[in-house]
């Protein structure tokens, strides 16, 4: 190089490669070789040793040629270079950290927003690929909590972005097969897989996804989309046997009581409502009765049965002595005295008699 002799400097540096390109003190080799182009002002040269060096390097010694790198980019790169050489830098951040911690969860997160930013689809799933395989290392719900949610990008990835649906639907079968459901599992995966089948106009896998659900891991959420999605389509018999399944489930959910009453009283099935009601407020044990009783007894006040009512709020005075039991009492003789017919002027009397005789129990 002193002499003049570039041609023959650059056949030597040529030589020093092919003989020494996997030696541990190679990355000095290549970085002098891209300078030695650099100063012949051979930019492109330069750049393929810099590309070249970067994929022969091992990942944790590479960070100061990658800052040698982005150095000279900046300097003879054009914008897109540029770029290259900094997206570069930062893959090489990502893949150091999870090598050092691969159960590093969010920095895996950070590395497929990358790659998703760049939209190479084979780059992108064997990330996404690579994230997955490093599963917790406890079967406890806490250490899969963060982890399930790259299946569940994956998913998404697959069907919104690759739009291949056989890939989606292979990601959501990997993802249930490897969740421990004995142990604990995730209403969100089963729900998304349903809905992504749904979504495909396959009903009956749907079906089969929260049926399975349901035998393997009952949960709240479950129940609850599984019935609204019955609901949605029209099939009451479904419903019925949901709730059904639900309260052999949960016989203490209040929820799941009201609502059950509710989809018979929308269906005119009066009867069916009150006896689902009568059955509910028998229960030994309820998460939250005060919410059963309030609408047993609005829907005995809808109906216009203000005996039946004043019958239900006795009942519930045998069980507890609330103050806002009594208050709910005595508005509610107020309401029906306003209700009552003008011309019966005696069983307004008596609605005001009531409402004065709980006042003075009270």
């Known amino acids: 190089m002193k002499n003049g002799e570039i041609g023959t400097a650059r056949n030597c540096y040529e030589r020093a490669v092919d003989k020494l390109a996997d030696d541990g003190e190679a990355e000095q080799l290549f970085v002098a070789f891209a300078e030695s182009e650099e100063k012949c002002r051979e930019t492109e040269r330069a750049r393929c040793?810099?590309?070249?060096?970067?994929?022969?390097?091992?990942?944790?010694?590479?960070?100061?040629?990658?800052?040698?790198?982005?150095?000279?980019?900046?300097?003879?790169?054009?914008?897109?270079?540029?770029?290259?050489?900094?997206?570069?830098?930062?893959?090489?951040?990502?893949?150091?950290?999870?090598?050092?911690?691969?159960?590093?969860?969010?920095?895996?997160?950070?590395?497929?927003?990358?790659?998703?930013?760049?939209?190479?689809?084979?780059?992108?799933?064997?990330?996404?690929?690579?994230?997955?395989?490093?599963?917790?290392?406890?079967?406890?719900?806490?250490?899969?909590?963060?982890?399930?949610?790259?299946?569940?990008?994956?998913?998404?990835?697959?069907?919104?972005?690759?739009?291949?649906?056989?890939?989606?639907?292979?990601?959501?079968?990997?993802?249930?097969?490897?969740?421990?459901?004995?142990?604990?599992?995730?209403?969100?995966?089963?729900?998304?897989?349903?809905?992504?089948?749904?979504?495909?106009?396959?009903?009956?896998?749907?079906?089969?996804?929260?049926?399975?659900?349901i035998g393997r891991a009952s949960k709240d959420k479950i129940f609850r989309k599984y019935i609204e999605i019955e609901l949605h389509f029209g099939y009451i018999d479904c419903c019925r046997k949901l709730y059904e399944k639900y309260l052999e489930w949960a016989p203490e959910n209040c929820y799941a009581w009201s609502k059950f009453a509710e989809l018979e009283r929308s269906l005119s099935e009066t009867e069916k409502a009150r006896t689902i009601f009568e059955l509910a407020i028998d229960q030994p044990a309820l998460d939250m009765p005060e919410l059963l009783w309030k609408a047993y007894i609005d829907f005995k006040i809808s109906e216009g049965e203000f005996e039946r009512t004043r019958a239900l709020y006795e009942r519930l005075l045998n069980r507890t002595k609330h103050l806002k039991v009594w208050i709910s009492y005595v508005k509610f003789e107020a309401s029906a005295m306003d209700s009552e017919a003008e011309e019966d002027i005696e069983q307004k009397k008596d609605c005001l008699q009531h409402a004065r005789e709980i006042q003075h129990l009270n």
């Not at 790198?69 to 300097?75: H, N």
């Not at 790169?77 to 900094?86: Q, Y």
């Not at 830098?89 to 999870?98: A, C, P, S």
């Open 49 to 213: 040793m810099y590309k070249f060096a970067l994929d022969h390097i091992p990942k944790g010694r590479a960070e100061d040629l990658y800052r040698t790198f982005v150095a000279f980019e900046k300097q003879y790169g054009d914008r897109e270079g540029i770029e290259d050489a900094i997206v570069g830098k930062r893959r090489f951040q990502y893949e150091d950290e999870v090598r050092k911690n691969p159960r590093n969860y969010d920095t895996w997160f950070d590395y497929i927003r990358l790659e998703e930013s760049l939209g190479n689809k084979e780059r992108i799933r064997e990330v996404y690929e690579n994230a997955i395989a490093n599963v917790p290392p406890a079967e406890e719900k806490r250490y899969w909590r963060r982890y399930i949610y790259l299946w569940i990008n994956y998913a998404l990835y697959e069907e919104l972005d690759a739009q291949d649906m056989e890939k989606t639907r292979d990601v959501y079968r990997e993802c249930l097969k490897l969740v421990p459901h004995q142990k604990f599992s995730f209403a969100k995966i089963w729900l998304l897989s349903a809905q992504f089948e749904i979504r495909q106009v396959r009903l009956k896998d749907a079906r089969l996804l929260l049926g399975e659900a």
